[in-house]
């Protein structure tokens, strides 16, 4: 048995113990501790996290979760990493984000459908239990499938309204896909929703910096959510968003991306398609509309949420640029499994 510190990040530290052969993130989970996790195998990377002293076995992954050149810095993946001496681990989320008690079951009503295009709907849910939620702007749910025990993850893509209670959010209609013909098919306004979370680590940090936001397709949903906050709170720093997408039908919310040009006084946008048919005149891929603007020489917190292939590239991007930036938080949308 082993004591593991876990620093998080508002400088909160909470200790657990190992039992033998038992990860970190397993011990942590058994602790009451919902440290930031996916896959639970050594595939994904959302729970790399640094280990600042103590030895331990990482016991299988792959390249694509923790590079080489992490391992060798003592980054770590600690749904693999067993240790074998009393370690301290810090974590790149906050304590309030992991404490399990506050994610619970929330009860809702579907109020809105809203079909923004072919290819994008957003839905809104109210309610009392609503109104008590409490999440970060940028964090998700696992919204449950009516009728069904599937659910399927979406980020908040607004804040909590308190007026009339209710929450929204964007989803791509996935060809034949279970919530997505639920949602574009079969959904009806006063059907009960349950959503249970909130999860993640992807939320908006303290702006100490200018901030780059990449989105890509409904990825745009945790940016319209930080947005919100940021137009309450103000920012003394630029932020820009650059929001790519595939075909010209996908691009939506550029009204409400407009209205948060207007009242952000250091808020700018563009938008491109990648589609050789696109009529948008910005063409191509986020990557390819990343200038030194907006890296500001690496003093810039960049923030990424897009399918899976779409981070790749951005990392691969930053990778082959020599980009290091002061600090780069990203969602991937994977397909459940
Ligand atoms: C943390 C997190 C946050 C997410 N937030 C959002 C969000 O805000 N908005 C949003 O639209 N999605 C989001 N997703 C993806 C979402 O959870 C679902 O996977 C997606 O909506 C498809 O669900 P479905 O039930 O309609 O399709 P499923 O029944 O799960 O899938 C049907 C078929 O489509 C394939 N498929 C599933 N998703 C995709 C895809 N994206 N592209 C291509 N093929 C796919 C599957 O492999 C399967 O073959 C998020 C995922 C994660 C992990
Ligand atoms: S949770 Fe996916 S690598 Fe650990």
Known sequence: MYKVALNFEDGVTRFITTLPMESVADAAYRSGLNIPLDCRDGACGTCKCHCESGSYEMDGYIEDALSDQEAEQQFVLTCRMIPEADCVVTVPASSEVCVRSQQADVHAKLTDINRLSESTLSFTVSGDQVRAMHFLPGQYVNVQVPGTDQSRAYSFSSMVNQDDESVSFLIRVVPEGLMSTYMAENANVGDN?????????????????????????????????????????????????????????????????????????????????????????????????????????????????????????????????????????????????
């Not at 910096?209 to 940016?223: C, D, K, N, Q």
């Not at 991007?317 to 930036?325: L, S």
Request: negative net charge; contains cysteine; aromatic residues 12%.
């Open 193 to 337: 929703i349950t959503l249970r979370g909130p999860f993640g680590s992807f939320y908006l940090r303290d702006i100490k910096r200018p901030v780059l936001m990449l989105a890509g397709g409904t990825g745009l949903a945790p940016f319209l959510a930080m947005l919100e906050k940021i137009q309450q709170d103000g920012s003394e720093y630029p932020i820009h968003l650059i929001y790519g997408v595939t075909n010209d039908t996908d691009l939506v919310e550029m009204g409400k991306l407009d209205a948060f040009a207007s009242a952000i006084d250091n808020f700018t946008f563009s938008a491109c398609v990648a589609s050789e048919d696109s009529s948008w005149p910005q063409k191509g891929y986020v990557t390819n509309h990343m200038g030194p603007g907006h890296l500001h020489d690496g003093d810039v917190d960049i923030y990424l949420c897009g399918p899976p292939p779409m981070v790749e590239a951005v990392n691969s991007f930053m990778q082959e640029k020599g980009i290091q930036p002061a600090s780069f938080h990203y969602e991937k949308f994977a397909a459940s499994k």
